[in-house]
């Protein structure tokens, strides 16, 4: 078995697993693998990544001239190509769309927050970048901020983006950011994420360090608004300033000592009730009327 076909029975697993796990849809998604050569191999374009042979593949050089293969490459080939050249510690790109984040995405809302210490060993942060249209050079243009400090993030209203060092290394890194957003998501529904302190982050930086992690690791934000994406090149920390947010606003309060904590009905009504509200032109339920 050569390394080539090894290479491409990996890049057919990928597929199937975030086909599997509702990453992509259709024929969504794409991902690649730099060669030992320089040349690239990539998916094509127009095919279901939960359903790719190995000789589906397609290789192109650095410049994305094709040199093999009976499909045509995905229309996203000049965004791996800029990977590479931008980043020579990559070896390869899985870009999907997984549903959590490219919901945090489509919201115009970054997941850098320190909070949650496997993220912050593994990754970092991840960072909103500005839209781009699909398939067009703004895509380069747009990841251009962060390419050589993160090694995941997330595409403005498209989806999420991650490298490694192989294939199975940028798709677990995709894994990953999907399953912060769930965490975030949960946490907001809980009243918001607690985020850990400047010296918090401190420690776990020097723990990677000592467990011998390389590469670029991106800076979390600690004190800022989750819709403001963090700069590649900020290093502050800030001290922790843990924010109001709308679900926190919306929870009911107990008028009185003897009703006891709101319910999770109650709160759920609260929450919604502001949600409708904040809807400009949404006619107000009958119930909701005032008299």
Not at 10 to 34: C, L, P
Request: glycine residues 8%; negative net charge; aromatic residues 4%.
């Amino acid at each position: 078995m050569t390394p080539d076909f090894r290479i491409r029975q990996d890049m057919v697993e990928v597929g199937r697993r975030i086909w599997q796990r509702g990453y992509v849809a259709a024929s969504d998604g794409n991902m690649s693998v730099r060669l030992s050569d320089g040349r690239i191999l990539i998916t094509p374009t127009g095919r279901s990544k939960g359903f790719l042979e190995p000789d589906d593949m397609v290789i192109v050089d650095a410049g994305g001239r094709k040199l093999s293969g009976r499909l045509e490459p995905t229309s996203e080939l000049k965004m791996h190509l800029f990977v590479y050249e931008a980043r020579p510690d990559v070896s390869a790109v899985v870009h999907a769309h997984p549903p959590k984040a490219t919901g945090f995405a489509v919201a115009g809302v970054h997941l850098a927050q320190c909070v949650l210490p496997e993220v912050i060993l593994t990754l970092g942060g991840v960072p909103l970048t500005e839209y781009a249209t699909p398939s067009t050079p703004e895509v380069p243009a747009s990841i251009e901020q962060y390419i050589r400090s993160y090694n995941a993030m997330l595409l403005r209203s498209h989806g999420a983006l991650t490298f490694g060092k192989d294939v199975m290394e940028a798709y677990y890194r995709m894994e990953t950011v999907e399953h912060f957003a769930e965490i975030t998501l949960t946490a907001r529904a809980l009243g918001g994420a607690s985020p850990l302190s400047n010296e918090e982050v401190q420690k776990l930086l020097r723990a990677r360090e000592n467990l011998g992690l390389r590469g670029p690791v991106g800076t979390c934000i600690i004190d800022e608004p989750p819709e403001a994406a963090p700069g590649p090149s900020s290093t502050r920390q800030p001290e922790v300033t843990p924010e109001r947010t709308e679900i926190e606003e919306a929870r009911p309060q107990a008028t009185t000592a003897t009703e006891g904590p709101a319910s999770d009905d109650d709160i759920v009504e609260a929450v919604l009730a502001r949600l409708r509200a904040s809807v400009p032109g949404r006619p107000q339920d009958e119930g909701s009327k005032s008299e």
